[in-house]
């Protein structure tokens, strides 16, 4: 049977809050239900569970839409991140010290599989919906898999899981959905053994508690949850369950102030304790965004709310009001959920990033003098749908409250998404960041960066590593994460990182991986920033400026460093202070530098060379420096309309970019379709130097007509000093619909025919078999035999009678007929009748076939259901005589050459008088023409350099036959 189960040590500070603020008591209080303690985990064989992959498991969401539109369009950043960081990061650091692979769609048969895991002092516990898997730290498979509810022994699996360590008490914590309507259970090992036995809890709440997560802090376990349309944390009775109690409880806040994202996840982050040093009585901290895209939100910022507890007496614990912290400008807002955000190379199946949430974990460590706190979560950089990774530390210490310290958008100039960030920082103040990254032309994988305390605020200097390569993409659901998970190591220096990629088409895996970036050498340097000279007007003796970084553990002194510009050696000079471990330094070359060729891009690398260095990978650091023209716009992109189908009346919006050193501000801007006429308008600015801004056109244009449009945007500013990078064109086509459908698990058509049409094909989701011809008499009734390979299978037929690419019901000719009623996998063949109605046009025209399974087709032809298949031919309405045939089945070939000239050649068996004709998108004759046959070819030179520039159709057929070739040609 097919299953769619959707599835879906010393104190160091005070209290960091002494700012007056409001508090308000919890408004509920839950006990929860020991179920028992578990059998030791250890008496699990390691062993590889078969699952039948027939079987289709999507995760469910509790019916919510995790997309909050964005309803102001006034928003900052008014397209463009300004924050963005597009560069990558110089400095290597050493090589991923574990990589191994944790899970895989083979053994979990769930989708997502939300990957989540933690580390210990010997073990790293992994789960996914729906199992656990116990390594050892350089990844033997130890326990599993086990399905997780084998494991906590609550006879449901149902996932979301969470994997914790609780490094204050030496004890793990694992987490998924309850057995009992609405809960979660919540298993707590007994030991410090991850493989023993676990104390088993159940906590019933008023609705469904959707993308639970959880954090490790001194006095609870903190929860959040999408529950119902509340908005509340949680706070878990962590000691008593550490005791084994029978009855732990939950203490519910509601969140002062509220977070207006009611359409979308509504679970905000509680801090993650990393290491063991806290703040005495420090409060339980929870952050959540709010994005100024959204209804009641004025402007972009993080809201921070404190909790303190009573466990004596739940009444007298509190939630403080919300503090808001500004943030520079982000946009959270991406495509509604369910369809997708980041592209995929070969499919139109995007893949979810979760927008409009802060990422798992929101870690946080205690230092000397401040405490730090990391969020991530996913930002659109260029109102596009392509995600960067907003990462933000916060600081407070005990006399001030939280604020940013610094913060950036990770997102380096190379056209890929990067999503599904998860973040932490080690003793040393140094950040890890993994994520993955994806797009129409990478496959998604998994790669991590980072940072050292001290670089450049608001910067990723580490460079990007990646942790696995995808291999593969999935077709059948936009389904991916729904999360992933960095933790730290117990020695507090070693990030541990798991997340999903894909092994092999609709085939997903879990990597395992840990870095770090204190290299661990006593003697390491390097130079980690170039800080002078930056881009600009630049002259022929330009300073330089470093900074220089003691990586290693001892203090080190007169270090020899060389400068180099575009290769060639220009200095060696010798820093003569002492730079102490873990520490930075400033140093400013005697040598200067020419950099004083207008508009040049120069290369340079500077190093260390410090005699002895045990780790010269991290020595250089190369940045290239750019002599700017004063005055130089452009536009670099048209961001919309994109091609697709049902285009019409379609905004051009284009990104503007000054490549200037002078701000500019009210220039022309204008766009040109198919080489008509012009719309010119003003781009009001100002945009600053190097600055990137998206501007859309008030006027919009109509691409309703199907076909292709060439599409030039372009900027005029009086004394631009480099007129070639003023304009950028892209090519816009308006398609016919292609429902791209699962038909992985046999799903679809196995076979269609019809007339003279006998098609045995694979599965494509969307196939184009229009090259194929039925031809059909008016007033017939037809039989159309299918084969399908999965029972369940309802059969839709249109045809396009009237030609207008918009499938209607008149123009049904088979009506969801079932094949193989509550049948699963195998193979069926029914036969069924197609009738052509006795008034159908005359001619071929497009023949839609659709396939749903356990459903009807909808009446929509362009819906995409879940599983099933789509395929188009050709009904010709009519006879077609043997020389239809020839010119049908024939190769049609159209080759640009030079100059806006055409060489056409039609390959047939058929050897009548033959004629080329070409047509405007209007459909207006042009021009029309007999061309000969030369061997087994028609051929003809097609002279259109006197044409306006535009999309042209070419047809070529028989004189006296009813079927022709087609073609579309663009004159520039």
């Not at 061309?931 to 004189?959: E, F, T």
Request: charged fraction near 15%; hydrophobic fraction near 35%; charge should be negative.
């Amino acid at each position: 049977m097919k299953l769619k189960k959707l599835l879906f040590a010393m104190i160091i500070l005070l209290p960091a809050a002494l700012y007056s603020q409001q508090s308000f008591p919890p408004d509920e209080v839950i006990v929860g239900t020991f179920i028992g303690k578990t059998i030791p985990l250890r008496e699990y064989a390691v062993q590889e569970e078969n699952y039948d992959q027939s079987v289709k498991q999507i995760k469910v969401v509790a019916n919510r839409s995790r997309y909050n539109p964005q309803v102001n369009e006034n928003a900052l950043p008014l397209g463009i991140d300004q924050n963005v960081q597009r560069n990558f990061g110089e400095i290597r650091t050493r090589a991923i010290e574990q990589n191994f692979i944790g899970a895989s769609s083979s053994e979990s048969g769930f989708v997502p599989p939300d990957p989540t895991g933690a580390a210990g002092p010997n073990h790293y516990v992994h789960s996914v919906n729906s199992i656990v898997k116990i390594f050892s730290k350089t990844g033997v498979l130890l326990v599993g898999p086990v399905s997780l509810g084998t494991f906590l022994g609550i006879g449901s699996n149902s996932g979301d899981p969470i994997v914790m360590y609780d490094q204050l008490a030496d004890r793990w914590f694992v987490s998924e959905f309850g057995s009992l309507g609405n809960s979660l259970a919540i298993g707590v090992s007994e030991t410090g053994d991850p493989i023993g036995a676990y104390n088993v809890y159940q906590y019933t709440f008023g609705s469904f508690p959707d993308y639970p997560h959880y954090s490790v802090w001194h006095d609870a376990y903190y929860l959040t949850a999408n529950i119902g349309t509340t908005n509340k944390v949680y706070a878990v009775e962590r000691d008593v369950m550490l005791a084994g109690g029978a009855s732990p409880k939950i203490v519910g806040f509601p969140l002062p102030g509220g977070i207006q994202n009611t359409n979308t996840v509504l679970s905000p982050e509680p801090a993650n304790l990393l290491g063991t040093v806290f703040p005495a009585n420090a409060p339980g901290y929870v952050t959540y965004l709010q994005d100024d895209g959204w209804s009641g939100v004025s402007f972009d910022h993080l809201k921070v709310w404190e909790i303190d507890l009573d466990w004596t007496n739940t009444g007298n614990s509190t939630i403080s009001a919300p503090l808001e912290i500004p943030t520079a400008p982000f946009n959270s807002v991406f495509a509604p959920f369910g369809t997708g955000d980041v592209q995929q190379p070969g499919t139109n199946q995007k893949i979810d990033m979760i927008g409009g949430v802060i990422s798992y974990a929101a870690n946080y460590r205690s230092f000397s003098g401040h405490n730090s706190w990391v969020i991530t979560f996913n930002t659109d950089i260029d109102n596009n749908d392509t995600s960067g990774i907003r990462w933000i530390e916060l600081r407070n210490d005990a006399s001030n409250p939280w604020s940013i310290f610094q913060e950036g958008t990770y997102a380096p100039a190379d056209g890929q998404s990067r999503f599904m960030g998860s973040a932490g920082i080690d003793a040393g103040g140094n950040i890890g960041l993994a994520f993955n990254v994806a797009s129409s032309t990478l496959r998604a994988s998994i790669r991590y960066t980072g940072r050292f305390n001290g670089d450049p605020l608001g910067q990723m200097t580490v460079a990007e590593t990646e942790i696995v390569p995808g291999a593969g993409v999935q077709t059948f659901t936009n389904r991916f994460g729904d999360y992933s998970h960095l933790t730290m190591d117990p020695n507090n220096f070693t990030f541990w990182h798991t997340a999903e990629y894909f092994s092999s088409d609709n085939n997903w895996r879990t990597q395992i991986a840990a870095f770090t970036l204190s290299s661990g050498f006593a003697k390491d340097v390097g130079v980690n920033d170039l800080i002078q000279p930056v881009n600009g007007i630049l002259t022929n003796a330009e300073t330089v400026e470093i900074s220089i970084r003691n990586f290693g553990t001892a203090a080190q002194s007169n270090i020899p460093l060389e400068l180099r510009v575009d290769g060639n050696l220009v200095a060696s000079e010798t820093f003569n202070g002492t730079v102490a471990a873990g520490s930075t330094a400033t140093y400013t070359f005697t040598q200067t530098i020419d950099l004083s060729t207008t508009g040049q891009t120069y290369s340079i690398e500077v190093r260390t060379n410090l005699t002895g260095d045990e780790f010269p990978a991290n020595d250089p650091f190369i940045k290239e420096i750019t002599n700017l023209l004063a005055n130089d716009v452009g536009a670099i992109e048209i961001t919309t309309p994109i091609s697709g189908s049902g285009l019409g009346n379609e905004t051009i919006t284009a990104t503007i970019k000054n490549f200037g050193a002078a701000s500019q501000s009210n220039f022309n801007i204008q766009y040109v379709i198919n080489g008509g006429t012009p719309v010119i308008e003003t781009f009001t600015g100002p945009i600053a130097s190097e600055q990137e801004m998206i501007y859309s056109f008030a006027q919009t244009a109509d691409f309703s007509a199907l076909g292709n449009y060439t599409v030039t945007v372009s900027t005029s500013l009086a004394s631009d000093g480099n007129p070639s990078n003023d304009s950028v064109t892209a090519e816009i086509e308006n398609i016919l619909c292609q429902p791209n459908l699962d038909c992985s698990f046999g799903d679809g058509f196995r076979l269609v025919s019809i007339a003279e049409i006998n098609n045995p094909s694979a599965c494509e989701g969307y196939g184009d078999f229009t090259n194929l011809i039925a031809n059909l008499a008016p007033g017939s009734t037809n039989n159309l035999t299918i084969t399908t390979g999965y029972g369940d299978q309802f059969v839709k037929v249109w045809i396009d009678f009237n030609d207008d690419s918009n499938f209607t019901t008149d123009e049904v000719v088979v009506n969801n007929v079932e094949i193989a009623s509550g049948q699963g996998s195998g193979t069926y063949t029914v036969t069924m009748d197609l009738v052509i109605p006795s008034g159908a046009a005359i001619g071929p025209h497009r023949m839609r076939a659709k396939t749903n399974w356990n459903g009807p087709v909808p009446n929509d032809a362009c819906e995409e259901t879940n599983f099933g298949e789509t395929e188009d031919y050709t009904a010709n309405i009519g006879t077609l005589g043997v020389d239809d045939f020839s010119i049908t089945k024939g190769e049609f070939i159209i080759t640009t050459e030079a100059n806006n000239q055409f060489d056409v050649s039609l390959t047939t068996s058929f050897n009548g008088e033959t004629y080329l004709a070409v047509y405007n998108m209007l459909g207006q004759q042009l021009r029309i023409k007999m061309i000969n046959k030369i061997g087994d070819s028609y051929k003809a030179k097609l002279d259109m350099s006197q044409a306006v520039s535009g999309v042209y159709i070419v047809k070529v057929g028989g004189k006296n036959t009813k079927s022709y070739k087609t073609g579309r040609i663009i004159v520039n």
